[in-house]
């Protein structure tokens, strides 16, 4: 019987750790070639999954009601395996290494015999393919043309092994293996090939033909998904830097490019040009690995006039913005209301910190520089304060300290990602002189976070001459033709999006990028 029609199980585990002694069974599905659908179910735990293992397993706290036994679990597995298969089955798993343990624990606990034995997809890929440049699960599985996805739950990789397995099998009948038996002969006879240099499946004349000008690029894969989009500023050159060098490599730009097949270039004029086109292009294909600028659950934030309120959309009133999420100003805001209410929040600052030791850090923060508590009731006093400050700093053209103070996530956002984090975090005991320099950093990220979006909104509705080489309209927050009419009107974000605050971030960076070039720029 040939190997693609040799009945066997396909299975995956999620588990709660890395070894069976120390963690147990969260999730198992299974399948055959001829299911209609995956079978997966969640198993019982005797204490909560850690939030780490939910992030990385996509399995919540939520989800865990509908978890049942584990010897329930395995009693379902038998009778698949019963009505399915047969006796004494082959499982096919990716990296059985990892499963194989938590399953023969799993059975010697049901004090019963493991009904199958198993087969592992990896080890067949080793010797197949030594060259690729990964052969985890999701590299693997898009290399033979599954659909990229986050492949967190059981029953994705179940699927994804599924297609791994019919992409094997293929290969190996070109070698003349056409059955179980031919298979496990054929892995005990070859050994391990060590990997050489890396082979991508695109083709290298490809790559290579590019041109030596800005544009955009897309990384495409077996079956026309795209990837991944970039900008550059050579094409030629920005591309083969993905496939140079051996040591050191970014795992998760191999797994992507053991994925890509082919490429899909747009040249363009200039690299602000490239820039511009670059986040549109990601909005519009939401490609798997990018990270930056896609729009996920993104929202923008626009403050009342009085910082009491704030929505995600912009009206009369709400015309403080845009920020790029509701805790861009949070630090400001909680010690407004601090002070207001003569008692000090001990968040202000996203982690916990004793409220009098911050109230002394404020004391001395108003003895530095000779103000008096009750100037900062209003968050306009605040904000007023930084703003001073920070065109100083423009004045005094301190780009270090601005291109620190300009990044492109709140410090609220980062802090608050530290905070969830499961590693342990070395304490540091405050004093009140640390607290007083970190009210001054607030001061002015505040005001120059609050700055941006002024500079933002008066981008919306430009005619920029770049030099003698190049003109940009932007109308309502979009790239107009050059020859399209212009008509001059104050910048609003009634009816605007995520999408345009990302383009004009893009735009105000680019343009940035040309005046410390010394490049001309003039607003028409």
Not at 262 to 269: F, K, S
Not at 480 to 485: F, G, I, Q, S
Request: glycine share 4%; net charge negative; charged share 30%.
């Amino acid at each position: 019987m040939s190997l693609l029609k040799t009945p066997v199980l396909f299975l995956d585990l999620q588990t709660t750790g890395a070894k069976p002694d120390t963690a147990s069974i969260l999730e198992m599905a299974w399948a055959s070639l001829a299911s209609e659908h995956i079978e997966s179910s969640l198993i019982e735990q005797a204490e909560e999954v850690p939030r780490r293992i939910q992030f990385i397993t996509g399995i919540y706290k939520n989800d865990m009601e509908s978890a049942r036994p584990f010897a329930s679990v395995f009693s379902d597995l038998k009778s698949f395996i019963d009505k399915n298969l047969g006796a004494n089955p082959i499982a096919v798993i990716h990296f059985a290494q990892f499963e194989r343990p938590f399953l023969l624990d799993a059975y010697e606990k049901l004090q019963e015999e493991m009904p199958f034995s198993i087969l592992c997809t990896h080890e067949i890929a080793k010797r197949l393919f030594p060259n690729l440049p990964t052969r985890g699960i999701k590299g693997l599985a898009g290399y033979f043309g599954c659909p990229s996805g986050e492949l967190k739950r059981a029953s994705n990789h179940v699927q994804a092994t599924q297609v791994i397995w019919q992409g094997l099998t293929a290969a190996l009948a070109e070698k003349g293996i056409h059955s179980i038996e031919e298979l496990q002969k054929w892995l005990q006879d070859t050994p391990k090939a060590a990997r050489v240099k890396y082979e991508y499946p695109l083709p290298k004349e490809k790559r290579l033909s590019l041109p030596k000008q800005p544009g955009v690029y897309r990384m495409m894969s077996r079956w026309g998904e795209v990837l991944y989009v970039g900008k550059a500023t050579s094409l030629h050159d920005r591309v083969n830097s993905y496939f140079r060098g051996q040591k050191n490599r970014d795992t998760r730009k191999l797994e992507m490019l053991t994925q890509v097949w082919d490429l899909h270039v747009t040249p363009v004029g200039s690299p602000l040009e490239a820039a511009l086109l670059e986040t549109d292009e990601i909005k519009r294909l939401d490609p798997p690995y990018n990270i930056s600028l896609k729009t996920g659950r993104r929202e923008l934030a626009f403050f009342s006039r009085d910082f009491t309120s704030f929505q995600t959309e912009a009206d009369e009133n709400h015309c403080i913005g845009p920020f790029s999420n509701a805790l861009a100003l949070d630090s400001i805001l909680k010690l407004s209301a601090s002070l207001q209410d003569k008692s000090f929040n001990e968040n202000m600052f996203y982690e916990p910190i004793d409220a009098s030791l911050l109230e002394q850090g404020f004391d001395l923060f108003c003895e530095r520089h000779g103000f008096s508590k009750d100037t900062f009731v209003s968050v306009r006093s605040i904000l007023a304060v930084g703003l001073n400050w920070y065109r100083q700093l423009e004045e005094e053209e301190e780009t270090e300290e601005l291109e620190e103070i300009e990044v492109s996530e709140t410090e609220a956002s980062v802090e608050a990602k530290t905070e969830d984090s499961e590693e342990d975090i070395l304490e540091i005991e405050l004093t009140p002189e640390d607290l007083a320099d970190k009210f001054e950093r607030h001061f002015i990220r505040s005001a120059a976070t609050y700055l941006r979006t002024k500079r933002l909104t008066k981008l919306l509705n430009v005619h920029i001459q770049i030099e003698e080489t190049m003109t940009l309209k932007i109308q309502n927050g979009k790239v107009v033709e050059p020859e399209a009419p212009f008509a001059k009107q104050r910048g609003s974000w009634k009816d605007l999006s995520i999408d345009t605050y990302d383009r004009m971030t893009v735009l105000f960076t680019e343009l940035n990028k040309l005046r410390n070039q010394d490049r001309k720029i003039d607003f028409i």
